[in-house]
């Protein structure tokens, strides 16, 4: 028996080489991670494995010591059906042009993430966030962006993602909106910024009758974990992610990334 690994579309197109993830149950056994490991090898460079709850510091899978660069919070919440008035500041983002305003921000909501920590990844860490942004306001990679303007400046930004989840207990096709990326400018922190860009996630989730809004955060990121609770949010499941580099791939100049086991 091997787990399912789901292909990482977005992150294998951006880091040009192949990447899945992961996802384990609670009762997941290192024999049967360490078989998926080995038939994903030459498909895979990369694979993200997370585990449920807080696992160690690091893992050895297949003898390769693979360390846990973060560990997440997913928080969930109902949406409110009484949407309290957001302040003024907050505007809705239609332009499909990003301004290097969304770009600053948008690079610092993701300087505690795994793609910062991983020093495989790390010298590519502040392109991929300005890629994700450049491709939220195109419409790609979110469905809504609102920001928070003052005096013509972009000092907080949030974008949202209608998604579909089946509840695997009760088999129903459950709607909600999920925050991909929550960033208010650090100068400008503790203003109660980051409330309102939530309070408007609730308010464009309500609007298209969504019933619950959810959001991923680090678990060291002691500021975001407190916003969450202070708007509502609860403690939905945690994971530890490791990162499991595949062995035997080169990269050549003409054809990019390739396993030499599939060259044999």
């Keep these: 028996m091997t787990y399912q690994i789901a292909p990482a579309q977005w992150d294998s197109r951006f880091f040009a080489f ?4 992961i996802e384990l149950p609670g009762d997941y056994t290192m024999t049967e991670l360490e078989t998926t490991l080995q038939e994903a090898q030459p498909k895979f ?10 696992g160690p510091e690091s893992i050895s899978l297949l003898g390769n010591k693979c360390p846990c660069y973060v560990r997440k919070l997913f928080f969930k919440k ?10 003024s500041h907050i505007q809705a983002y239609t332009s ?3 301004s290097s305003a969304l770009e600053r921000l948008a690079v610092q909501s993701g300087t505690m993430t795994q793609f910062r920590q991983d020093p495989e ?37 949030v974008t949202t993602r209608f998604a579909k989840n089946v509840n695997p207990q009760t088999g129903q096709v459950e709607k909600e ?31 298209l009758d969504i019933p619950v809004s959810a959001i991923a955060v680090q678990k060291d990121n002691e500021q ?15 994971t530890s992610v ?9 990269y050549d100049v003409r054809r990019g990334w390739t396993n030499t086991a599939q060259e044999r």
């Excluded at 975001?224 to 945690?238: T, Y």
Aim: aromatic residues 14%; charged residues 20%; contains cysteine.
């Design 45 to 54: 460079r990369l694979l993200f494995v997370s585990v449920p709850k807080e």
């Design 78 to 87: 109902d949406v409110p059906k009484n949407i309290e008035p957001f302040d």
């Design 18 to 21: 192949p990447i899945g993830h």
């Design 177 to 207: 909106g999920r925050i991909g990326m929550l960033s208010v400018d650090a100068a400008h922190r503790r203003r109660g910024i980051g409330k309102q860009l939530i309070m408007a996630c609730d308010f464009w989730c309500s609007s």
């Design 96 to 98: 499909t042009f990003c």
């Design 242 to 250: 490791y990162h499991y580099w595949s062995p035997g791939w080169l």
């Design 121 to 157: 990844l790390a010298p590519h860490f502040e392109q991929l966030f300005l890629t994700w942004i450049n491709f939220a306001v195109t419409k790609e990679l979110a469905d809504s962006i609102w920001t928070w303007q003052e005096s013509g400046r972009h000092l907080g930004l």
């Design 224 to 238: 975001a974990i407190a916003l969450c609770n202070h708007v509502g949010f609860r403690i939905d499941r945690e």
